[in-house]
């Protein structure tokens, strides 16, 4: 696992826009996986930017989000898909019908989360996944005890999460309480992961991600187990970490075909 410490969460962001621009330019029709939430925000809108003013070109480009409420339809404001129309898809050149969110009102959900498996092999894998962190050590939405080997299906979100969530619904009562997300399986069969994680209520999280041991009890730690894991984190929430120094090392003396600046 790869962890970079950087100052704040602005400059933690900037650095993921950098790693999935590089994506997109040595390979022009890669596939992204992408996430949601208040963390991605500043990386969207650096992505924005470099569309806009450096010609970033996302023509060819396929996403596939990890997850999406049940019961909200595509128009709801806090639905997924509405959110990646307006913070990415509307101010880019993608292609409509090359971005992929499991629909969350299918009449029968469970061929809904097969068929959005088959569509991610269908399209060859998912080349980068982008992912937030829960302060339970959720991703997507795979919560605590919850299998490491799970595929695409239909999750019962925790009270953590809601309570977490639930102040951009209005209350609690109007959040729904399940989920479709892609698997903890599903993610680590991403050639790539880059997972972002900033401020310290992410910080117990981000420790035992990095430093505890493999456990359901905190599905992020799955992530020990890529061949390629790219955790960015910021002064906050990396506070917790006991061997930050070594990352600071590592970091500082990479080769220069390993930096991002």
């Given at each position: ?11 933690g962001c ?84 090359n971005t ?109 991600m990095i ?51």
């Open positions: 696992m790869e962890v970079i410490i950087r100052k704040d969460a602005d400059t900037l650095l993921g826009a950098r790693i999935i621009a590089r994506y997109v330019r040595e390979k022009p029709n890669c596939v992204l996986g992408l996430a949601t939430g208040r963390t991605p925000l500043r990386l969207y809108q650096e992505l924005i930017r470099m569309h806009r003013d450096e010609g970033l070109d996302f023509s060819r480009v396929t996403t596939f989000n990890l997850d999406e409420y049940v019961g909200l339809p595509a128009t709801h404001d806090q639905s997924y898909r509405y959110f990646m129309r307006e913070n990415l898809f509307r101010h880019i050149n993608i292609d409509p019908a992929h969110i499991p629909d969350g009102t299918a009449a029968d959900l469970h061929t809904e989360c097969r068929a959005y498996e088959e569509r991610i092999i269908a399209a060859g894998g998912i080349d980068l996944q982008l992912l937030g962190l829960g302060r339970n050590g959720h991703i997507g939405f795979n919560e605590p005890s919850g299998s490491l080997r799970s595929r695409t299906w239909i999750k019962i979100l925790s009270e953590q999460t809601l309570q977490d969530n639930s102040d951009v619904f209005g209350s609690r009562s109007a959040m729904p309480r399940h989920a479709i997300t892609m698997g903890i399986g599903t993610i680590l069969d991403a050639r790539r992961c880059l997972l972002l994680a900033f401020g310290p209520p992410k910080a117990r999280a981000v420790e035992r430093e505890g041991p493999l456990a359901a009890i905190c599905p992020a730690s799955a992530l020990q187990l890529h061949p390629r894991a790219t955790v960015v984190v910021d002064e906050a929430s990396g506070s917790a970490l006991q061997f930050s120094d070594h990352y600071r090392w590592i970091d500082a003396n990479k080769l220069p075909w390993q930096r991002y600046d």
